[in-house]
């Protein structure tokens, strides 16, 4: 009863009111229904999930904020652009465009999206680097993996007052850099990838390291130039400190090295089979037939397994190796010349049925 008296004099007032408040009161009520289905709206712009994909996204350095609305587009990352869009200018992101990588998540709303991207907080990304030989392969391979060109890349690594600048010689500066796997920020700038590169350096060099290169009596520089030359002549890692012994055994000789991949690399010419009198007489500071001791620096870029090969190299007689007749991969050591001649001989029969010739 109480109710139904309640309605009725609620029924009544209304009735009361006059034709013209009863309009402004539906106004009101109007403008208050319209203003909360706005207002629920801009709050779905704002925490609704809109990111329907993971991935990374990548920002270029100078982008501006139609750059960045190209790129997730093309990556058909979001469900609505427009409330991005109205979302990052309400935020001011539209401004504030941070370059990077970042890896962005499925479920995100435009908010979660807009403060990860204005945080700057990148997601490093994996770059490997091994079997490389020559500066320019390097370059390319970085290139792969973060922002700048390979033309920037092979322009540091062949500057002579940045190689100084980090303790080392042009011909040296590569020994500087050791293949493996690092985590790093996609807009990393050549020279900020040769200080890691520098930091990855040192910490690899370390005590033990060092005692050991010591103990041959040899400096980092001359351990990895060897070893630069000992990967090239096998890919068996169990056969390497053998290989690294001759060449440690030579060196304490005062012999010419004699090393056939440094004509390779003089020639610029890894896949030449057959070392050729013709090409013994090239005249460059990498011909170990012409000069002797080390050359002035790595004919590649060693792994780190090679280099600790060359560090625990074997201790021997031996002074002379060459490759196996079965074309295993394996070489047979000799102690003599005359040893070494015959080995010689084998092998090179082998390449003569072939038909091997150069």
Request: hydrophobic content about 40%; aromatic content about 14%; proline content about 4%.
């Amino acid at each position: 009863m109480f109710l139904f008296s309640m309605k009725l004099n609620l029924s009544g007032r209304w009735n009361m009111l006059p034709k013209s408040r009863k309009w402004i009161s539906a106004g009101v009520l109007l403008v208050l229904i319209i203003a909360g289905i706005w207002g629920y709206q801009r709050y779905l712009a704002i925490f609704k999930t809109n990111v329907k994909k993971s991935g990374m996204l990548y920002i270029h350095t100078g982008s501006g904020f139609l750059q960045l609305l190209d790129s997730l587009k093309s990556g058909h990352y979001l469900n609505d652009m427009n409330t991005f869009k109205w979302v990052a200018e309400r935020k001011n992101y539209v401004k504030r465009i941070q370059p990077g990588a970042y890896f962005i998540k499925t479920g995100w709303s435009n908010n979660q999206l807009i403060d990860f991207l204005r945080s700057g907080k990148q997601t490093p990304v994996k770059v490997t680097f091994n079997n490389i030989r020559f500066r320019e392969e390097l370059a390319a391979r970085l290139s792969r993996y973060l922002e700048s060109d390979s033309a920037a890349f092979f322009n540091v690594l062949n500057d002579n007052q940045i190689a100084a600048d980090f303790g080392f010689s042009c011909e040296s500066f590569t020994s500087m850099i050791i293949p493996n796997t690092y985590e790093i920020y996609w807009n990393t700038l050549p020279k900020e990838f040769l200080v890691r590169m520098k930091f990855e350096y040192d910490r690899f060099w370390n005590m033990t390291r060092k005692n050991k290169a010591a103990a041959w009596g040899l400096s980092p520089l001359q351990i990895v130039t060897i070893a630069s030359i000992v990967q090239e002549e096998s890919n068996k890692n169990d056969e390497k400190p053998r290989i690294a012994g001759v060449y440690i055994n030579r060196i304490k000789r005062g012999w010419l090295l004699q090393a056939d991949p440094t004509i390779k690399f003089a020639l610029g010419n890894f896949m030449i089979k057959r070392i050729l009198t013709k090409y013994l007489s090239i005249d460059s500071p990498y011909n170990t037939y012409k000069y002797a001791g080390l050359p002035p620096g790595p004919i590649n870029f060693p792994d780190i397994a090679t280099v600790d090969a060359v560090l625990n190299a074997e201790r021997h007689n031996y002074l002379y190796f060459c490759a196996k007749e079965d074309f295993s991969g394996y070489h047979n050591f000799a102690q003599s010349l005359a040893e070494h001649n015959r080995n010689a001989a084998k092998y090179q029969a082998v390449l003569n049925r072939s038909k091997i010739w150069k």
